[in-house]
């Protein structure tokens, strides 16, 4: 099992910036891909950005330019730091590992951007 902890959410003002983070423990040999997730009230969850252990990224096209996905292996922990923040980002943001067909979650840590 994967246990995925977020942190960094918060409110923040159109315009500005945050980092989030998640920390990963127990079995994480064999994870292929680390990203992070955004979900607003009545609608699906949706990719914003993921990291393959080969360093390869993807984007969403809405975050394309603004936001960076990394990773810390030493560190066992992914970040997504996120800048000029619009009131489109809000939502709760959840990280995701995946080992094959397996999907690991974190809890979701909330973001709110004030316009």
């Known amino acids: 099992q994967v246990q995925l902890v977020e942190s960094g959410g918060g409110l923040v003002q159109a315009g500005g910036s945050l980092r989030l983070s998640c920390a990963a423990s127990?079995?994480?040999?064999?994870?292929?891909?680390m990203g992070w997730y955004r979900q607003v009230p009545g609608k699906q969850r949706e990719l914003v950005a993921h990291?393959?252990?080969?360093?390869?990224?993807n984007y969403a096209d809405s975050v394309k330019g603004r936001f960076t996905i990394s990773r810390d292996n030493a560190k066992n922990t992914v970040y997504l730091q996120m800048n000029s923040l619009t009131s489109e980002d809000t939502g709760v943001y959840y990280c995701?590992?995946?080992?094959?067909?397996?999907?690991?979650w974190g809890q979701g840590t909330q973001v709110t951007v004030s316009s």
């Open positions: 127990g079995s994480i040999l064999g994870i292929s891909l």
């Open positions: 990291v393959s252990n080969f360093g390869w990224t």
């Open positions: 995701n590992f995946r080992r094959n067909r397996e999907d690991y």
